[in-house]
């Protein structure tokens, strides 16, 4: 009974993680887009199938992206064994292209850097649709 408590609280320490760790993308998420409101970038009740970050029309208009979040104690050494290593090299962002056999490449960025880029794609998403309408509404 003893193995089964610790196996069922380990399991309650792993979800809270998650939980914790989806908190922290959607709150980073809100301070980026200060025009959204939190009803719009919510986190996900821990076990749903689909996104860890559900996204309003409104939110997906801007950031048209499927989030999924991943916590962890360790193994992910080396990827940021990786990211320390590209940081090491120059003065200038570090980035970290990685892939497996048989396997798409993958880009690993920094949080505070991946989020100034999405600000800007956010940004020249909502110009170019509003330049977009603007075009249709002179043609009328």
């Known amino acids: 009974q003893s193995l089964k408590f ?6 309650r320490n792993a979800k809270a993680k998650g939980r914790l760790g989806q908190q922290e993308v959607r709150d980073k998420l809100l301070e980026t887009f200060p025009d959204l409101e939190p009803d719009d970038i919510k986190s996900t009740v821990m076990g749903d199938s689909g996104e860890d970050i559900q996204l309003s029309p409104a939110a997906r208009k801007i950031i048209p992206l499927t989030i999924e979040v991943k916590r962890r104690k360790n193994n992910l050494k ?9 940081s090491s090299h120059a003065k200038g962002e570090p980035v970290v292209f990685y892939r497996s056999d048989r396997k798409p490449w993958v880009v690993m960025v920094g949080m505070e850097h991946y ?6 794609w956010g940004n020249e998403n909502k110009k ?10 002179l043609q009328s």
């Open 6 to 11: 610790q196996r069922y609280s380990m399991t």
């Open 78 to 86: 080396t990827v940021y064994d990786y990211m320390e290593q590209a």
């Open 115 to 120: 989020m100034n880029l999405l600000k800007v």
């Open 128 to 137: 170019s649709k509003s330049v977009g309408s603007n075009a249709r509404s």
